[in-house]
């Protein structure tokens, strides 16, 4: 396979796990962006990498932060009403009176609402990283 088409794979695969990866390690995320800036890139490396972060205990700080970036794309069009929706369901996910799922779920309503195919692939709002990565 040449060079180019493991570097657009592993992009690929990146988009695809890189809200997921954040959600769990905020350290794990900046050391994929930097390792995939280099010039020897390993595909297997990467899924393997992804895999072993879906073992990590959860995190509400990077949980949250991973919410907060995935905001960024509805923050423009979502009313008022529906921004503290979401900052009221998160808050009370930092609070330990809700989980992820039900942010995860208001997020996927907004999404719904406010089609964005990138984050319509993404694994961290299609529950697809309970999968194993192929």
């Known amino acids: 396979m040449s060079y180019k088409n493991i570097r657009k794979e592993c992009e690929e695969l990146w988009a ?3 809200y997921y990866v954040l959600s769990k390690s905020h350290k794990e995320y900046l050391g ?5 800036k280099g010039n020897e890139l390993d595909v297997s490396f990467l899924k393997d990498k992804i895999q072993k972060i879906k073992g990590m205990n959860e995190s509400r700080k990077d949980f949250s932060n991973a919410v907060l970036h995935v905001w960024g794309y ?3 069009d979502a009313s008022a009403v529906e921004k503290q929706k979401l900052f009221n369901t998160l808050n009370e996910y930092m609070e330990e009176r809700s989980n992820q799922t039900v942010v995860i779920d208001y997020v ?4 719904k609402k406010y089609p964005n195919e990138y984050l319509e692939n993404s694994t961290f709002l ?3 990283q309970d999968k194993t990565i192929a």
């Not at 994929?32 to 995939?36: C, D, S, T």
């Open 108 to 111: 996927n309503t907004l999404l």
């Open 74 to 76: 509805f923050k423009e």
């Open 126 to 128: 299609t529950g697809e």
């Open 16 to 18: 695809k796990n890189k």
């Open 32 to 36: 994929i962006r930097e390792y995939l």
